[in-house]
């Protein structure tokens, strides 16, 4: 009923920029709360931005002042830009949103099903 598809992953050279965008398609009567997670190799997924329906963020502390997370209501899209990449960035990230269905009025959390970035030389 509700798809979360991201994009713009690849591989970059440290230093180097990516944007990620994910958008939401379905169901939807609106969508609170989205957000992007990473998940590197042997680690727990941790929380990287989130940006609220009023647009207010919050970021990680490794990436301040070299992400920027912002939406865009109209198209239901959350993008991720990501500056001055580190060989740390590299993981899958998966975006996340609350959705409130149009059938049930019900809200969800829906996962994206994870792009990968990779940094390295």
């Known amino acids: 009923q509700v798809q979360l598809v991201e994009s713009g992953g690849g591989l970059v050279q440290p230093g180097g920029s990516l944007r990620l965008s994910c958008a939401a398609s379905?169901?939807?009567?609106?969508?609170?709360?989205m957000g992007w997670f990473r998940q590197a190799p042997g680690k727990q997924r941790e929380l990287v931005a989130r940006i609220s329906s009023d647009g207010s963020t919050n970021y990680a502390d490794s990436v301040k002042g070299r992400f920027t997370i912002s939406r865009d209501n109209a198209k239901n899209t959350v993008y991720l830009q990501m500056n001055s990449l580190k060989p740390e960035d590299t993981a899958v990230y998966y975006c996340n949103a609350a959705i409130v269905n149009a059938l049930s009025r019900r809200e969800f959390r829906y996962w994206g099903q994870g792009t990968q970035v990779t940094v390295s030389s």
């Open positions: 379905g169901s939807i009567f609106g969508i609170n709360g």
